[in-house]
């Protein structure tokens, strides 16, 4: 084992690139003309459009280091990044990670680290072009990615219209449920809730093609659902009615949590499911003629931007959408 | 004045680019079509190659949060990251910045750091299409920056021959100076040094220029000469004689700094000029015929990877290269 306060920076970075060849399948058609080893990335012509993203995990905020299994952070912090790249419809081209590190952190971490982030380009392709390696009295992790589509325009939040249906891939509230367990100590690696939390799967593929279909109205559930249904109805100026029984929700989780499982369904946060609106006819034509894994939930009306829940016998229902809100104390 | 605790992170981020909205100049080619709001940005086609760089700065190792000025601290973080773009000969396109937020820190603080980017933004182009902000215990700004050229190559690392002359942009050692003043209590607002120090200027333009005139191989200046021609060295599979006496020194270094001046205009880092190679009749060219501040400190020779130095007389010099290694400690 080795501290990296023990080895040079370029060593480093050195063994963290070894991970990467010797762990990712490496792309015949790649555009990358200059990767790691210089002072930045060369990217040939993306397609007709490109999308970039940020997000940043630290420790003791969004994982505790002393605990999280380095390779479901690698996946992890990655994995968001892609989520927010397949919101709008695209494919990942590349990424680039800088990572905030204590002197006590083992270099072992980190290729473990890279492995995560290995398993996610293995199966949703991109690549990893280059980044940066600074001291941090708190060890962060802070990725960007760059995506691109062929289409004309990305999925957007600002595109819902009033008739449009509301619909979500996937089953809801798990990550959730991972992260309650978790919190009581009590979140087994074997179980479902362990995957939900750790291991999310960004819809890379299912927002292809539902940009490819026709579908102009996407956002991912990483906030909750309501949270998230409620950044659409405010950037498009709508209101939204949600059927809270028509919610896709695992049967574990019923089962684990029979009083509360709605609530965490549409709250819980940190889904990475898509939750897209547009015709019922073409969602349904989606659901119908490919295997994605689709739920239509609510509907589009006028309005200026408020979220309202129903029940199956038409009855209003009163939420809290909980969600994050990372600076407000009281 | 407000903390950040007592702002929601929708207020904060409306709060910062309204700042941006204010101050930076907009751009009739932008082909940025989706910005901050969504998420992820989207941009048009650039040109025939692009470029991403990413670095980030950490209080307590970058700069101190109690004492900087956070203007220029913007300006730092970003013109770190567009030196990297002008060391490949690109111009900068767009930036994504992460923050990583201690709940102390004053909504005005950031308020002016994006004072800093707008100042940097209107001068070198560009433009800040987005990012993520999180809670921290440790303040850390991450920025990451997508250049293009509409050549077929960027300059590099690797493409210095035997033969070449070596050129630096500027002149050195004066953000060494900046450091020393400012490690002494002893650092004026109204100095050259301050300004060398906190508010290095990226040589895009330059950069554009010398790749434009055949230029090949460049790196910009950032852990020191002696150290950055190292890394050209060892890409490219050469040695490197360096004349002590003919590196560009500002008459103020000399001045404060009588006894060392040289070893800090070698060793000193943070100067974020351009360091190339090539041809000496093109660099001569280049240089009388265009405004550029560009002097030949050294040639190529053959080797592999040894950097040396001699005096106006060809006496070898003994040098210590200094420099940055952030994680070893003995």
């Given at each position: 084992?080795?501290?990296?306060?023990?080895?040079?920076?370029?060593?480093?970075?050195?063994?963290?690139?070894?991970?990467?060849?010797?762990?990712?399948?490496?792309?015949?058609?790649?555009?990358?003309?200059?990767?790691?080893?210089?002072?930045?990335?060369?990217?040939?012509?993306?397609?007709?459009?490109?999308?970039?993203?940020?997000?940043?995990?630290?420790d003791k905020v969004h994982f505790v280091s002393n605990e999280v299994d380095m390779r479901n952070l690698g996946w992890k912090s990655l994995a968001v990044n892609y989520s927010d790249i397949a919101s709008m419809g695209c494919k990942p081209v590349y990424s680039v990670v800088t990572l905030g590190l204590r002197t006590d952190i083992l270099v072992e971490q980190l290729e473990n680290l890279y492995l995560g982030f290995s398993d996610l380009l293995n199966l949703y392709g991109g690549e990893l072009v280059g980044g940066d390696i600074v001291k941090s009295d708190t060890f962060f992790i802070s990725v960007t990615v760059v995506g691109s589509t062929d289409k004309s325009e990305t999925m957007q939040r600002k595109t819902a219209v009033p008739g449009d249906v509301i619909a979500v891939t996937g089953a809801l509230g798990c990550s959730?449920?991972?992260?309650?367990?978790?919190?009581?100590?009590?979140?087994?690696?074997?179980?479902?809730f362990y995957e939900a939390h750790y291991l999310p799967k960004p819809r890379i593929y299912e927002g292809i093609n539902l940009l490819d279909m026709g579908i102009k109205t996407g956002i991912d559930i990483s906030d909750g659902l309501l949270n998230d249904l409620k950044k659409i109805c405010a950037a498009s100026s709508v209101n939204a009615t949600i059927n809270l029984d028509s919610i896709p929700v695992h049967e574990e989780l019923k089962l684990s949590f029979p009083d509360n499982f709605r609530e965490m369904a549409v709250s819980g946060g940190e889904d990475y499911e898509l939750l897209i609106t547009g015709h019922e006819s073409l969602i349904k034509y989606i659901s119908d003629s490919t295997k994605m894994d689709l739920h239509i939930v609510g509907e589009?009306?006028?309005?200026?931007?408020?979220?309202?829940?129903?029940?199956?016998?038409?009855?209003?229902?009163?939420?809290?959408?909980?969600g994050w809100d990372h600076f407000t104390e009281n």
């Open positions: 084992m080795t501290k990296v306060s023990e080895i040079s920076e370029f060593d480093l970075i050195a063994r963290l690139e070894a991970v990467l060849e010797q762990n990712v399948t490496p792309n015949a058609e790649s555009k990358i003309q200059v990767a790691i080893g210089d002072d930045a990335a060369v990217i040939g012509n993306l397609d007709n459009l490109q999308v970039v993203t940020t997000d940043a995990m630290v959730n449920a991972g992260l309650k367990f978790l919190l009581n100590n009590n979140l087994e690696k074997s179980s479902h589009i009306e006028i309005g200026s931007g408020n979220v309202n829940a129903v029940d199956n016998s038409g009855a209003q229902i009163s939420i809290t959408t909980g």
